[in-house]
């Protein structure tokens, strides 16, 4: 019988790939497995042929060694398939590992629960966009996806200052689009609802709950619930901002503490933060909009239709209760 093999799809540019290859072999070995297959993401391609050759070649797991974009192209091909793919989390970034409570900068730990590890399903989201010549993609997505200051700044943010300083790469383009409060309008409808209207500054739609720099944004998110959950930032002037700068921070520090949790909900709902919770979210837009999904830019969009696809990806070695 032949024996199983993991593949690794890595992108070259991020994370310690010799002390990977290291950690890769003791555990291959440790299990019997024949010798594991490797295959680099490419500049004009950051996961989806490599999971696709990886796939083909009947890898038994697939490691993901990149960061939130490459694990998304990962999933792009595999989701549906069963075949379980590993994250390999380091640096910044890590929505998905961070939501599910995995462990961060430890490849060793990371690459046994890759060979050893348990495994979980969780939800999709697949985003189908159509642009302002009419033409229509469709793309899956795990942790967000941002219309306006979310997708600004996932285009705009030099990625060197991401990598250097992290999240507070985020703080110069967020101030300015703050000073600036530009609203745009769009009809939307949630599942098979009535079509609203509204004006915002930002529309996200979440499979996890967490921004960058840990920032709680959507406390009823959780990622295996079969369910998105879309908030739209819609703040009048800077005392809107203030609020939400306000419930932002009490959300953050609710997780922790029995007392803020009590204190967030005698809190009354905010007007310029509004939630809404469904299976599918459908937006038009007047005038063509950046739309961002899991930090890659997918250009501008007057139409989008997201939903949700229940349990459709299989996770290796994700512990954590999926609350994000």
Known sequence: MERPHAA????????????????????????AWAETRWYETRSDDSGRAAAGQALADGAEVVIVAGGDGTVRAVAEVLHGTGIPVALLPTGTGNLLARALDMV???????????????????DVGVAELESESGER??????????IGLDAEMAQNTNALA???????????????????????????????????????????????????GNML?????????????????????????????????????ARRSRFSRRLLGATPDL???AY????????????????????????????ARISVRPGALRIRGATGNGAA
């Open 276 to 303: 809404v919770q469904g299976r599918r979210f459908e937006a038009r837009f007047d005038v063509p909009h950046l739309i961002q999904l899991d930090g890659d830019s997918f250009g501008l969009v007057t139409r």
């Open 137 to 146: 993609s469709t793309h899956v997505f795990l942790v967000m996806a941002g």
């Open 8 to 31: 690794v799809v890595y992108n070259p540019t991020k994370g310690p790939i010799d002390r990977l290859r290291r950690a890769v072999a003791a555990q291959q070995a440790d299990a």
């Open 271 to 273: 007007h310029s933060l």
């Open 104 to 122: 961060i900068n430890d490849v060793e730990a990371c690459v046994a629960a890759a060979f050893s590890g348990d495994t979980r399903s969780v």
């Open 162 to 212: 991401k990598k250097r300083f992290g999240w507070l790469a985020y703080i110069t383009p967020i101030a300015r689009s703050v000073i600036a409060n530009r609203l745009f309008h769009l009809d939307y409808r949630v599942d098979d609802g009535r079509v609203r209207s509204t004006r915002a500054h930002t529309v996200i739609v979440g499979n996890c709950g967490t921004l960058t």
């Open 217 to 253: 944004l959507i406390p009823r998110a959780i990622i295996d619930d079969g369910l998105l959950d879309v908030v739209m930032m819609r703040p009048k002037g800077r005392l809107g901002w203030a609020g939400i700068g306000t419930r932002l921070t009490l959300q953050g520090i």
